[in-house]
């Protein structure tokens, strides 16, 4: 059984870091591209970063790009995403995904992911 669970939100002062995990159970997360996402109540879902399979190539929305870094932990079958200089537009509840497609390239687009965590909120305020 597929299952990802999100892990390492909070409450945390702009300016500030925090590390959220991407654990995966019944399936190797080396295989295949993973999202994180972002949402925020009335607005859609938005895709924050993601990182390919084989080549571990990765991606960035825009308003994102040199604070977050997407890494991948193949020993602990997990992704992570370090987060730093956080604003308080980044707050919402982040979700990890993956591609059911083995060895795919990662993509910007929440249509593209097959199975969803049940997400772990980050709230940035003073």
């Known amino acids: 059984q597929v299952q990802l669970v999100e892990s390492g939100g909070g409450l945390v002062q702009?300016?500030?870091?925090?590390r959220l995990s991407c654990a995966a159970s019944g399936f190797s997360l080396d295989d295949h591209a993973i999202g994180w996402f972002r949402q925020v109540p009335g607005k859609e879902r938005e895709a924050i970063s993601c990182i390919s399979?084989?080549?571990?190539?990765t991606?960035?929305?825009?308003?994102v790009k040199?604070?977050?870094?997407i890494t991948k932990n193949?020993?602990?079958n997990t992704v992570d995403l370090q987060m730093s200089s956080l604003k308080p537009e980044d707050t919402g509840v982040y979700y990890c995904a993956a591609d059911a497609l083995r060895f795919s390239l990662c993509v910007l687009r929440s249509g593209r992911y097959d199975f969803w965590g049940q997400g772990t909120q980050v709230t940035v305020s003073s």
């Open 14 to 18: 702009p300016g500030g870091s925090l």
């Open 66 to 69: 040199g604070r977050f870094t």
């Open 53 to 57: 399979s084989r080549d571990g190539r």
């Open 74 to 76: 193949s020993a602990k």
């Open 59 to 63: 991606d960035y929305e825009e308003s």
